[in-house]
């Protein structure tokens, strides 16, 4: 009975110890992101004209961006701010969230672990990178080109903002595909047989997910289908390459 007893309190200590350790990773995790938040509120306004100069590019020179709305020139900068902050922040909360899971991991897990998220990490931002430096401006060219010769395109800010984020946020996701399919292969949901077999309909999803995703012109359409098709190819290769050398160590 005794034993039983202090078996629960050991189990109950360790229980509330874990409690402390997510609450204190997830205080650092906030504190950085309201640090940041903080750091980039003065530069808020230049920040919103970085990201809204494609457009501003392409606008009529009569043209101007607008707010419908009285504080829209406010929180359209702000809402960004913060957007930023997370983003900035992403890597040291990932860390912390590394830092809770650590001590139950092996060595060979941790590595798993720390290669994995370093590697969704970097193409999470390639692919920010890749809609802001290609898709955003293919996809403003082609709506300032199909609308019609007596209307003077001038978009609201806020509306801007919410378009970019969405085209931000797929192609951050897209590019998470080679993680994705490592993963699937390794825990054996799937397998690269498998993989192999239906590829032609894994391409085909790619550009039907594509069509929906981007705006609706085939150069942005191409523009994600193509690359999804080839990170896919990529997470192919990698696990392949990782399964021949444990194979042949």
């Not at 403003?140 to 609201?156: G, H, I, Q, R, Y």
């Not at 239906?198 to 391409?203: G, V």
């Amino acid at each position: 009975m005794t034993e039983q007893i202090a078996s629960e309190t050991l189990k109950e200590m360790k229980y509330s110890e874990h409690l402390k350790e997510l609450r204190k990773r997830l205080i650092y995790s906030i504190g950085a992101v309201i640090a940041i938040f903080l750091l980039l509120l003065p530069v808020a306004q230049q920040n919103y004209h970085f990201l809204a100069q494609p457009l501003i590019s392409l606008l009529p020179s009569n043209s101007t961006m607008i707010a419908t709305d009285v504080m829209s020139t406010f929180l359209a900068p702000f809402k960004l701010n913060i957007y930023l902050a997370i983003l900035v922040s992403i890597p040291f909360i990932l860390y912390q969230f590394w830092r809770f899971l650590a001590p139950a991991l092996y060595q060979n897990e941790k590595k798993f672990g720390i290669t994995l998220a370093l590697s969704s990490i970097f193409l999470f931002y390639l692919g920010l990178l890749f809609a802001y430096g290609l898709i955003l401006p293919l996809a403003l060219k082609f709506f300032m080109l199909a609308s019609p010769e007596n209307v003077l395109p001038m978009t609201d800010i806020n509306s801007y903002l919410d378009f970019c984020l969405k085209l931000f946020l797929a192609f951050g996701l897209a590019f998470q595909i080679p993680v994705l399919t490592y993963i699937l292969i390794f825990i054996g949901i799937l397998s690269i047989h498998q993989l192999e077999e239906h590829r032609k309909h894994i391409i085909v999803f790619f550009f039907f997910i594509a069509m929906f995703i981007t705006p609706p012109d085939i150069f942005s359409m191409l523009a994600l289908a193509v690359p999804m098709w080839l990170l896919f190819e990529l997470g192919l290769w990698i696990t392949k390459l990782t399964t021949i050398k444990k194979e042949h160590p």
